[in-house]
């Protein structure tokens, strides 16, 4: 006899569940904002669309419940709150939930391992490309980590982001030394010509 599934949350629902952990009465926006300023660096930062749609869902499992917030001109604030259910329920999501190693799919990668193909050709603004995006990525995480780290609610997140920022400079100390390895593999190749009284590039 199959046991029954238990009801629980999508990868956007567990980020969306995980967002309203931080603070009680968040509204949609809010909760897109907060997402786009410190998840999206390390997780999936859901779009509006998948905001709005997983706290439908959350709500309707008991793990989040939704109010009325007067403004006190225009239309009223809908906010946004874990409920005790959805705090067990996030808890032991943190606690027990499978873990699975990161798939790494890199274009960058990809397009080298392919460079046989083409001698080689355009791989230095291949590699200039790729460093400036780390390098905006990283100013990214940087500018993040200045608005967590002096909150000591927030301790969890800067440590997070600490981590991404570290394994991203790692990405960009390596991309240094892939530029250096292009650059002998191409003087050596060059003196092989040269040795075989071939055409000097």
């Known amino acids: ?6 009801p629980g949350a999508s990868a956007a629902g567990w980020a969306v569940l995980g967002l309203l952990s931080y603070a009680p009465g968040l509204s949609g926006y809010e909760l897109k904002q907060w997402a786009d300023h410190s998840l999206r660096f390390f997780y999936q930062a859901p779009a509006m ?5 997983e706290l439908q869902r959350l709500e309707a499992l008991g793990w989040a419940e939704s109010r009325l917030e007067p403004q006190g ?7 946004y709150g874990l409920t005790e259910d959805g705090a067990a329920a ?13 798939m790494v ?4 990668a990809m397009r080298i391992w392919l460079g046989h193909l083409t001698g080689g050709a355009g791989m230095d603004r291949l ?5 400036a995006h780390l390098n905006e990525f990283l100013e990214g995480v940087r500018a993040a980590l200045k ?4 909150r000591p609610e927030l301790a969890y997140a800067a440590m997070a982001l600490r981590w991404i920022a570290r ?7 390596a991309l240094g030394e892939l530029r250096r390895e292009l650059a002998e593999y191409r003087a050596e190749a060059l003196t092989r010509k040269e040795g075989m009284g071939g055409p000097v590039a």
């Open 105 to 108: 799919k890199n274009p960058v």
């Open 73 to 79: 001109h225009g239309r009223d604030k809908r906010v």
């Open 49 to 53: 669309s998948q905001i709005y749609s």
């Open 1 to 6: 006899m199959m046991t029954p599934r238990r």
């Open 167 to 173: 394994s991203n400079q790692a990405q960009a100390d």
């Open 147 to 150: 608005t967590t780290e002096d």
């Open 127 to 131: 590699i200039d490309a790729y460093d």
């Open 90 to 102: 996030l808890e032991r999501h943190v606690e027990s939930a499978p873990f699975r190693p990161p």
